[in-house]
């Protein structure tokens, strides 16, 4: 029997990191991927031991570079199983603060990395028969938060794009499912690594997050794996996320002004 095969972006670090490790535990190949070169050095140094392993640079906002990295999963492994759009990258600024470059970026990399990923992958997922599509937007995703224009825009857009594509696969009898997860807060490097507004200051706002994000990574990656087992189109992950689902699901619209008030106690400055 061919070894099922798993392609994680953003695979350097935090959840694409814990992801791999975790799937690698349960026998497949992996195809890892991440801007962050060292960081992706690292991870394949810890699946070695595992079996093979496929790892290229990739930035995700090149459709060309993603079109290229699943032609060599391809080639390498001979089919695919289950993809995980997984990269991202936050910034922490308000509406009148932030850089319209910055507002670009962020879209680039977090959604249209989704929408390369899928472009390139679903149709390998179909020829192969069937498998999974997993694409990551964030409790961000569900509601509006405070300085995080430009990061909702981008989750709220993968939330809107795989559930689309989930009534897509349904109405034609697909063999694939798509989940879209909604992470709450969980411990990785993403908001020290997060451009800010210019009157913001990027510690004080890393160590409130580091105060909020009570998942960790590892963690995180078992709560995706078991929502994708038991075929869930919506994967939530940490306390805080079925919170604030719950929430915005009670109260609506009004939903926001709760989150926004809840984070001030955490820092007024928020």
Request: charged fraction near 20%.
């Amino acid at each position: 029997m061919q070894q099922r095969v798993a392609v994680v972006t953003g695979a350097g670090s935090g959840i694409g990191r814990a992801l791999a490790w975790r799937l690698a535990g349960h026998g497949f190949a992996l195809a890892v991927s991440d801007v962050d070169e060292a960081g992706l050095k690292e991870t394949v140094a810890r699946l070695e031991p595992y079996g093979p392993v496929l790892a290229e640079h990739l930035d995700v906002r090149e459709r060309a570079a993603v079109q290229a990295h699943a032609q060599a999963v391809e080639e390498c492994f001979g089919r695919v199983d289950l993809v995980v759009n997984n990269a991202g990258v936050a910034l922490h600024a308000s509406v009148l603060e932030q850089e319209h470059e910055d507002v670009r970026w962020i879209l680039d990399v977090d959604f249209w990395g989704v929408v390369h990923g899928t472009e390139a992958f679903l149709p390998r997922l179909l020829a192969a028969g069937g498998g999974h599509l997993v694409n990551v937007s964030s409790v961000f995703g569900l509601v509006g938060v405070p300085k995080q224009s430009a990061y909702n825009a981008a989750k709220f857009a993968v939330r809107g794009y795989t559930e689309a594509l989930q009534g897509e696969l349904a109405l034609a009898r697909a063999p694939v499912t798509a989940h879209c997860v909604h992470p709450g807060g969980v411990r990785t490097e993403i908001a020290r690594r997060a451009r800010v507004g210019v009157s913001e200051d990027a510690e004080r706002t890393a160590a409130v997050f580091d105060r909020i994000a009570r998942t960790s990574p590892d963690a995180a990656a078992r709560a995706i794996l078991r929502g994708v087992r038991r075929g869930r189109p919506r994967i939530l992950v940490g306390t805080d996320a079925h919170v604030i689902d719950a929430l915005q699901r009670l109260l609506g619209p009004r939903a926001p002004a709760v989150v926004a008030a809840a984070l001030g106690r955490y820092d007024t400055r928020w």
